[in-house]
């Protein structure tokens, strides 16, 4: 027999952009139902994306620090790796995450149904899992995120993954190719890396993280291509299972013809999940990309269902989703809200940490603007010598007629904290002056950001 609930809203997806829109719906005083097919919530970025990645990424620093610290005459032995150890330790972090977003669902009253929803009228969802069940709703919330690319020349082989299989940790390959020199890409590389893996990054752009300017990401290259290989303007063309390994062909001036791997990630980047649940049944708006479109408010082309996080357009990242959610329930509450952020800022978590916000220099000559630009090496920053991490640089670019910050990008150690002042700037509509007018702390690494801005203002002529 087929149960039925009522509701005002109801999510579908439990990820960031899902719980934190149910939360803020309930806080607002509607009932609300959180649709979500997996045992926890959380979503991609809290059980395989954001928090396992980034747990794995201070172990690989704590191992990478320890070698670095010879060179201020403490050594340590070599690192004793138990990864069954390390694995539990990212399971029990997830565990805690999960089990607080439960909680917190719960503390709402917010109606929690675990199985896989799809759309079966303007304003029926139903749920398949044991039973079936359907939630009536005034309102939707469709949060249902996204999932890897596959190449379709991959064969199908455990040696072959995902990030999904990268972050499960089940072994240490000695030799490790990444296809995709993006975020995702390069965070593993630094694990494994770190784990004792032998890397090869393949990238068909000329850079790593295409999305960043190319100086910015110059420090990461310095302190990665001793101990990686980088392949830049190269594309796999070929991949065979063997049995021993995979071997695998390339197209490239700099690349080899063929190599041999123990496994192979493939990081080419993420698709969203619309596929499915229903939406072209109850006439929701997609576009060719598989986004849904939305307008400012989150609504999607039937006015009582909204969409948020990864399906819709703008950086697939979970402070984005976050917002999103947010607005989707303000407006369904009444409230007057709309997402229009000055700018989203992007991290790659890597060592050294590469940042970005706003406007890169590429986007700012495509768009003919006219702009100055503020570059400091962290060479000349007090707080980079003492703590080892002079191989870093913090760029911003202002409107030259205003003043007004127009973005910034900053690689090196705390990266992705340091971009918030930026953002802040940005969101603010703050100038040059503004920031060289604000007093920083010394020795920080915060400085250079100001250093930047005096440079362009005119309060500081030379860096070195
Ligand atoms: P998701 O988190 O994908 O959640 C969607 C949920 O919907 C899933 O739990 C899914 O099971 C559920 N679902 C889908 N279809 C249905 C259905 N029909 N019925 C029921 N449930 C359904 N972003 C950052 O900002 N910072 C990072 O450091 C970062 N690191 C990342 C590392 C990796 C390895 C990966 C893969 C991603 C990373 N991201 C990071 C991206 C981030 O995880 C996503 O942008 C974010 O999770 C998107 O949130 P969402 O709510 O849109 O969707």
């Given at each position: 027999?087929?149960?039925?609930?009522n509701?005002?809203?109801?999510?579908?997806?439990?990820?960031?952009?899902?719980?934190?829109?149910?939360f803020?719906?309930?806080?607002?005083?509607?009932?609300?139902?959180?649709?979500?097919?997996?045992?926890?919530?959380?979503?991609?970025?809290?059980?395989?994306?954001?928090?396992?990645?980034?747990?794995?990424?201070?172990a690989?620093?704590?191992?990478?620090?320890?070698?670095?610290?010879?060179?201020?005459?403490?050594?340590?032995?070599?690192?004793?790796?138990?990864?069954?150890a390390?694995?539990?330790?990212?399971?029990?972090?997830?565990?805690?995450?999960?089990?607080?977003?439960a909680n917190?669902?719960?503390?709402?009253?917010?109606?929690?149904?675990?199985?896989?929803?799809q759309?079966?009228?303007e304003?029926?969802?139903?749920?398949?899992?044991?039973?079936?069940?359907h939630?009536?709703?005034?309102h939707?919330?469709?949060?249902?995120?996204?999932?890897s690319?596959?190449?379709?020349?991959?064969?199908?082989?455990?040696?072959?993954?995902?990030?999904?299989?990268?972050?499960?940790?089940?072994t240490?390959?000695?030799?490790?190719?990444?296809?995709?020199?993006?975020?995702?890409?390069?965070?593993?590389?630094?694990?494994?890396?770190?784990?004792?893996?032998?890397?090869?990054?393949?990238?068909?752009?000329d850079?790593?993280?295409?999305?960043?300017?190319?100086?910015?990401?110059?420090?990461?290259?310095?302190?990665?291509?001793?101990t990686?290989?980088?392949?830049t303007k190269?594309?796999?063309?070929?991949?065979?299972?063997?049995?021993?390994?995979?071997?695998?062909?390339?197209?490239?001036?700099?690349?080899?013809?063929?190599?041999?791997?123990?496994?192979v990630?493939?990081?080419?980047?993420?698709?969203?999940n619309?596929?499915?649940?229903?939406?072209?049944?109850?006439?929701v708006a997609?576009?060719?990309?598989?986004?849904?479109e939305?307008?400012?408010?989150?609504?999607?082309?039937?006015?009582h269902?909204?969409?948020?996080?990864?399906?819709?357009?703008?950086?697939?990242?979970?402070?984005?989703a976050?917002?999103?959610g947010?607005?989707?329930s303000?407006?369904?509450?009444?409230?007057?809200?709309?997402?229009?952020?000055?700018?989203?800022?992007?991290?790659a978590?890597?060592?050294?940490?590469?940042?970005?916000?706003?406007?890169?220099?590429?986007?700012a000559?495509?768009?003919?603007?006219?702009?100055?630009?503020?570059?400091?090496?962290?060479?000349?920053?007090?707080?980079?010598?003492?703590?080892?991490?002079?191989?870093?640089v913090?760029?911003?670019?202002?409107?030259?007629?205003?003043?007004?910050?127009l973005?910034?990008?900053?690689?090196?150690?705390?990266a992705?904290?340091?971009?918030?002042?930026?953002?802040?700037?940005?969101?603010?509509?703050?100038t040059?002056k503004?920031?060289?007018?604000?007093?920083?702390?010394?020795?920080t690494?915060?400085?250079?950001?100001?250093?930047?801005a005096?440079?362009?203002?005119?309060?500081?002529?030379?860096?070195?």
């Amino acid at each position: 027999m087929t149960e039925s609930i009522n509701v005002d809203v109801v999510v579908l997806g439990g990820g960031p952009g899902g719980y934190t829109a149910a939360f803020r719906a309930a806080d607002l005083g509607l009932s609300v139902c959180l649709v979500e097919k997996r045992d926890t919530l959380g979503g991609v970025c809290v059980n395989v994306g954001c928090i396992p990645s980034k747990t794995l990424l201070h172990a690989a620093s704590l191992i990478e620090h320890a070698k670095h610290g010879a060179s201020m005459g403490i050594s340590f032995t070599e690192p004793n790796i138990d990864i069954d150890a390390l694995r539990t330790h990212k399971e029990g972090t997830i565990s805690e995450l999960t089990k607080g977003i439960a909680n917190l669902s719960k503390a709402r009253k917010v109606v929690r149904l675990q199985g896989e929803g799809q759309f079966i009228g303007e304003r029926t969802l139903s749920v398949s899992a044991d039973t079936e069940q359907h939630v009536n709703f005034k309102h939707a919330i469709i949060a249902t995120g996204s999932h890897s690319v596959k190449l379709p020349i991959a064969p199908d082989d455990s040696r072959v993954w995902d990030s999904t299989d990268a972050l499960s940790l089940h072994t240490i390959p000695e030799k490790l190719l990444i296809i995709g020199g993006g975020i995702i890409g390069l965070e593993m590389a630094q694990v494994y890396s770190a784990l004792g893996s032998e890397i090869t990054i393949v990238e068909a752009q000329d850079q790593i993280i295409p999305a960043a300017d190319k100086d910015i990401v110059q420090p990461l290259v310095k302190a990665t291509k001793k101990t990686y290989q980088l392949l830049t303007k190269t594309k796999v063309i070929g991949m065979e299972a063997q049995d021993a390994d995979i071997a695998v062909s390339f197209e490239g001036k700099k690349a080899p013809e063929s190599a041999i791997f123990d496994a192979v990630l493939v990081a080419v980047g993420r698709r969203p999940n619309t596929a499915g649940i229903g939406l072209e049944s109850i006439g929701v708006a997609i576009s060719e990309q598989g986004l849904v479109e939305v307008n400012d408010r989150m609504q999607t082309s039937v006015p009582h269902i909204f969409a948020i996080g990864d399906i819709v357009k703008g950086p697939m990242l979970a402070h984005k989703a976050t917002h999103e959610g947010k607005v989707a329930s303000e407006v369904i509450a009444g409230l007057d809200a709309t997402f229009h952020p000055a700018a989203i800022p992007s991290v790659a978590y890597t060592s050294p940490e590469v940042a970005w916000v706003g406007l890169t220099e590429k986007e700012a000559k495509q768009q003919g603007i006219d702009y100055s630009t503020g570059k400091v090496p962290w060479l000349v920053s007090g707080r980079a010598q003492s703590v080892g991490a002079t191989n870093g640089v913090t760029k911003a670019l202002f409107d030259k007629e205003s003043g007004a910050l127009l973005g910034a990008g900053i690689c090196g150690e705390n990266a992705g904290e340091l971009i918030h002042e930026a953002a802040a700037v940005l969101e603010l509509g703050g100038t040059a002056k503004d920031i060289a007018h604000t007093v920083h702390a010394h020795p920080t690494l915060a400085e250079t950001f100001a250093f930047a801005a005096e440079l362009v203002e005119g309060s500081m002529t030379d860096m070195l």
